[in-house]
């Protein structure tokens, strides 16, 4: 056991590896970098898989990978290692032993026998009598071959923490300031398997990897009277504590992975999220904005802007509201600022995953992608959104599908129209007039002919006059903009498209 004084700020994130990450972990992790971040200390990640029965062995490359796809990366952690490692409890067991010795043998903690049907039926004869539950320390003081004779007996003991009558069970927050706490029951420190509870591999954890803060959910504030005993009782340092307000949905409940798809971190990727649009939103639950100097809240921030003013005496102890109408905003903001390139760059795993695009699209079709990229990106508020979109552009002609809302919408002049639209559509030149003259078939060109030969010529309001074309050559009732469409898609698929709508009029 070591017992060594606490260095510089150091705080750290422990997610469980028990499925897909829960945003709280990013949430977590956030504010702890944050902080970390301003004061020059370091940021430990530690995967907490002490629970076997609820392990899964993809979820901790998939922590890690959503962590540093928001840009939260650590200094110290299992992939790459540190100075107080290992960052797995589970490879940690040797070093909970001898605080389980120390606390059985100074009388803080004992063996417990009792199987768990014998605490099922304590606990039903408890909540039936409506008495406090908690276990009633049958087997305090107790040998095994004592315990042996009474009836719900195990082989295979816990360790149980033995709370004393004056346990204080207030302790101060660095969000909350005093905090008065419930007062906790016998916990079991050690389970039969021989890994530790969470309480117990938490205090040794964080000691022995000389934690200076530990900041978490405000679930855990029950727990801490129990965390500053063993850190009492151990003859060690106890670190200050920060407990964050739990994420809401809609209706004030806790945010789950069962009832909120937006509870997992991998769904925010596989609806087209930007990481630095999520890492701006979760910065603005539970605090405040920043102010420009008009006195105006500044709610578009960078993570360095947020860590440079952060101060715990600022976060909100009300569980903030997961509001995913402003995400929604604060991504297209993001969205609509990105540089083409990029933008572009953004969408190729979303076209991918939607079969518009394959994994490796040639230079064509990047060019060509670049294009419909710039007619989109202020359309958009999701990545995902642009699959429909940018479809149209890579299929064949005769492949097009008409939607059934885009034919349901045209008119009974849909035929006149598309019949005006071929004829004017087929007397614009489309070879190069130059070297550096282009062609006649232009955006500009393309809407000016249609509306001479439409609007005017066919006495059609704009709204009359280009439905049917646009249905034509997008497939669809809501496109990018027409003129530039067809212009991208040239003049040979523009009319082929035209010809195969006004056939089935």
Known sequence: MSKHKLGPVRLRVAPSPTGDPHVGTAYMSLFN??????????????????????????????????????GLNWDEGPDIGGPVGPYRQSERLDTYRPYVKKLLKSGHAYRCWCSPERLTQMREAQQKNKLPTGYDRLCHGKTEDERRELPGFSETPVVRMLIPDDV?????????????????DDQVILKADGFPTYHLAVVVDDHEMKVTHVVRGEEWISSTPKHLLLYKWLGIDAPQFAHMPLLRNADKSKISKRKNPAARLTWFVEEGYLPEALVNFLALLAYPPAQDAEGNDVEKFGFADFARD????????????????????????????????????????????ADVLSGNPSLGELGRLKDVAALIQTRISLLKEAAPLVAPFFIADDQLVIQDDARAGLGDDAGEVLDKAIEVLGNIDDHLASLVGGTDWNAANLEGHLRAGIVDGLGKKARVAFGPIRTAVSGARISPPLFESMEILGKTSTLARLHALRATL
């Open 33 to 70: 970098l944050a902080f970390a971040r301003q004061q020059g200390g370091q940021f430990l990640l530690r995967i907490e898989d002490t629970d076997r029965a609820r392990f899964r062995a993809d979820s901790e490359k998939q922590v890690f990978d959503m962590l540093r796809w928001l």
């Open 168 to 184: 204080s069970l207030t302790f101060t927050d660095l969000i909350r300031g005093e905090v008065n706490a419930p007062r906790p």
């Open 310 to 353: 952060f101060a715990w005496s600022k976060v909100n102890p009300v569980g903030p509201i997961f509001d995913l109408k402003k995400l929604e905003w604060l991504n297209g903001v993001y969205i609509r600022e990105l540089a083409l390139g990029d933008f572009t760059s953004r969408l190729l795993p979303y076209l991918e995953r």
